[in-house]
């Protein structure tokens, strides 16, 4: 049982450039999350999957896309990154039943120059 | 809306010196609270959450919580640190529950635990 996994780990992006993190769960949870984590700002909301076949925006939406391929993975997407968009992003997952806890992948450092 | 407020970012102690860390809340409904807990270079792990039930709530490795509602805070207290300790912690929101339930998170205060 792996929990949430994210692929990469590391990732260094030129201005303009494009990328998809990939996030993965094996807990056959229905709710996914994607958050940037910044210095001395916590972690921020970008998008979010409810259930499958459902994303909604979160706080910071702005530069990005996601998609949730199936009930397992749920995919963001930089189509033209910027160096605004350094971070380290986080995948989540809940079952999404009453007040159940977010389970968190390992995280990805995104560079972008 | 629901916001967290984290005082200060940066807490350091003695090891065996009780650690507090303060969170306070604003919620138009009642909340549920977390505080998570994050190493370095890895994800966030939970370390408790109140949902309504006890005030106090006990967690992993020796923390533990009290829900104050008319101080609308929910601290996070350990009598004695210990040097494994040391990481960055995050008190938490959440508004509804079910499907759409959102976590909201405070800035994070980084516990260094000195020897």
């Known amino acids: 049982n792996a929990g949430v996994t994210q692929t990469p780990k590391f990732q260094v992006l030129k201005t303009g450039q494009s990328m998809t993190l990939q996030c993965a769960q094996d807990?056959?949870?229905?709710?996914m999350y994607w958050y940037r984590q910044d210095p001395g700002m916590g972690l921020r909301l970008i998008y979010y999957?409810?259930?499958?076949?459902?994303?909604d925006k979160g706080e910071v939406p702005n530069g990005y896309n996601v998609s949730r391929l199936n009930k397992r993975e749920f995919s963001l997407r930089l189509e033209s990154a910027a160096p605004s968009q350094t971070s380290v992003y986080f995948c989540?997952?809940?079952?999404?039943?009453?007040?159940?806890?977010?389970?968190f992948g390992p995280g990805t450092r995104l560079t972008v120059l | 809306a629901q916001s967290v407020t984290q005082l200060g970012s940066h807490v350091s102690v003695s090891e065996g010196a009780l650690v507090l860390l303060r969170c306070n809340y604003s919620s138009s409904v009642p909340p549920y609270l977390f505080w998570y807990v994050q190493y370095p270079n890895q994800g966030l792990q939970l370390l408790l959450k109140y949902t309504s039930a006890a005030t106090l709530v006990k967690g992993i490795n020796g923390f533990e919580a009290e829900f104050k509602k008319s101080e609308t805070s929910f601290h996070l207290t350990k009598p004695s640190a210990h040097m494994s300790d040391a990481a960055e912690y995050f008190c938490a929101v959440s508004d509804l529950p079910g499907a759409n339930s959102k976590l909201t998170f405070g800035k994070g205060i980084t516990l260094s635990v000195r020897p």
């Open positions: 807990m056959n949870h229905n709710s």
């Open positions: 989540a997952s809940r079952r999404a039943t009453g007040t159940d806890t977010q389970y």
């Open positions: 999957s409810a259930s499958e076949g459902t994303t």
